[in-house]
Nanobody, 117 residues
Framework: QVQLVESGGGLVQPGGSLRLSCVAS????????MSWARQAPGQGLEWVSG????????QYADSVEGRFTISRDNAKNTVYLQMNSLKPEDTAVYYC??????????WGQGTQVTVSS
């Protein structure tokens, strides 16, 4: 069955960096767009970034544009989210999802990112 397993979250100081990874299995990864979304405490789900199946198209939420970079390695069935210049407001559970933005049909369990001094 479809599985998406995120890793790489943790506690980081403001201004720091983290790289999230999501390993996919149970489907042909290379033909699907992928995305990341996040949910902060007490908030709704926020779309963060999406990447096309071949990796040639990427898009970001205004709140992370210029600080986060999404990428993928189809040979490793993995999608990444490089997060730089982290801010306390980036604190959230981050979810890897199959689909770009409105066509989501699977997601992982999430990984916690906490930005605090």
């Amino acid at each position: 069955q479809v599985q998406l397993v995120e890793s790489g979250g943790g506690l980081v100081q403001p201004g720091g960096s983290l790289r999230l990874s999501c390993v996919a299995s149970g489907f042909t990864f290379s033909i699907y767009a992928m995305s990341w979304a996040r949910q902060a405490p007490g908030q709704g789900l926020e779309w963060v970034s999406g990447i096309s199946s071949g990796g040639g198209r990427t898009q970001y939420a205004d709140s992370v544009e210029g600080r986060f970079t999404i990428s993928r390695d189809n040979a490793k069935n993995t999608v990444y989210l490089q997060m730089n210049s982290l801010k306390p407001e980036d604190t959230a559970v981050y979810y890897c999802r199959r689909g770009y933005r409105t066509d989501i049909d699977a997601w992982g369990q999430g990984t916690q990112v906490t930005v605090s001094s």
